[in-house]
């Protein structure tokens, strides 16, 4: 007699084979993805050889790509074009590209010599063969330092990146920037994995707003009136994706009003990104108004195919500890930045003259400071 299935238990069976099915479509794509880089590489080296030892030039590559489409009508990535990347793949790969300690550290092992093989498809079956040749080919065109493309290449299997967010990657030259610092946000404790990552390489530790031309203090509303002012300029030292949607944000809940310094969304991200001034150093208790500023945002704004909001608090000065124990609880994603007032020499010098005479000046009014 048999049992009536219970909801729970046929759930989690449910999920189990939903689980089995999905890894098992991942490892057909990768092995798939295999064969093909390597195809294209043998192929870029039959016709580089092939060049070498009849004298053929370029026009060869033409003729070819014609030719195999009258022979397989249904077969893609065989263009005149294609063709041209599969010889230059072949020639930046016809060497071992990748540095034995960078692959030794990579693969885990402490024997780097082994590592070091001669053949140039030991390297490319590790680390090129592993991402799509869309990758491929926007590395080569775009990075040519190879620990850098090393390092992509890596983030990239790590992270699942796409071709866009490799260009992203790329364009914010996030290789240069993964050395420094730790930046002060929580985004790895507060964001998904892959968006942490991400969020991360976008928000920069500090922003250079000389563009404003501030040659003494101001106020908080000063500061905000004059970077919307000169909005796209702002937008452009945020870096690429952002969208300016308003100063002075007004948010209402239970009968009461908030006002967001600025509002941006990142169509990378796919998030709104609440940004707060602050004139001064950072405070502890500037994560608590951002943190229901965010809130409120994904409660009344954020719409359902939406990530959720970060939040970055600008502020003049920065002490690392005083920012990790701040958000240490927080359970939005918040990062803190400092930005820079950075003036244009003469204008420096002239504040500088201006400063020194403005001394002397005291001295002789003052004989008792020294």
């Known amino acids: 007699m048999s049992k ?27 092995a798939v993805n295999t064969e093909m880089i390597l195809l294209y590489w043998q192929t870029g080296k039959m016709i580089a050889e ?9 026009k060869v590559i033409p003729r070819l790509a014609a030719d195999l489409k009258q022979e397989f009508i249904d077969l893609k990535g065989f263009s005149e074009r294609n063709l041209g990347r599969m010889l230059a793949f072949y020639k930046e790969y016809s060497e071992n590209l990748i540095l034995p300690q960078a692959v030794a550290k990579l693969q885990n092992t402490e024997n ?71 930046k002060s946000n929580n985004f790895i404790e507060t964001l998904p994995a892959i968006h942490s990552d991400y969020a991360s390489e976008v928000f920069k530790d500090a922003y250079n707003l000389s563009f404003l031309g501030i040659i ?49 969304f990142h169509r990378g991200l796919r998030s709104l990104v609440a940004i707060e001034l602050k004139i001064g150093s950072f405070k502890a208790e500037y994560v608590g108004k951002m943190n229901l500023y965010l809130s409120l945002l994904d409660k009344l704004e954020k719409e359902e195919n939406e990530n959720p909001s970060i939040g970055i608090i600008l502020c003049a000065d920065k002490d690392h500890l005083d920012v990790e124990i701040a958000l240490q609880d927080i359970n939005k994603p918040i990062g803190v930045a400092e930005y820079q007032l950075l003036l244009p020499k003469d204008e420096l010098q002239a504040l500088l003259v201006n400063e020194i005479k403005a001394s002397e000046e005291d001295n002789q009014d003052n004989p008792e400071i020294k």
């Open 4 to 30: 009536e299935i219970e909801t729970v238990k046929y759930q989690s069976l449910l999920g189990e084979i939903k689980t089995a099915i999905q890894q098992a479509r991942s490892r057909t794509a990768i």
């Open 50 to 58: 092939r060049q070498q030892q009849e004298g053929w030039s370029a």
């Open 112 to 182: 780097k010599e082994d590592m070091f093989l001669p053949q140039p498809l030991a390297n490319l079956q590790q680390l090129v063969a592993k991402i799509p040749w869309g990758h491929n080919i926007l590395l080569m065109e775009k990075v040519k330092d190879k620990n850098a493309r090393l390092w992509y290449i890596q983030q990239t299997i790590e992270k699942g990146w796409s071709r866009d967010w490799l260009l992203n990657a790329i364009k914010m030259d996030s290789y240069s920037h993964s050395e420094k610092q730790i």
């Open 216 to 264: 003494e203090k101001v106020k908080e509303a000063e500061l905000e009136k004059r970077l919307v002012e000169k909005i796209k300029s702002f937008v452009l030292e945020l870096g690429k994706g952002f969208t300016f949607i308003g100063n002075q944000h007004r948010l209402e809940y239970n009968n009461k009003e908030y006002f967001v310094d600025m509002l941006f």
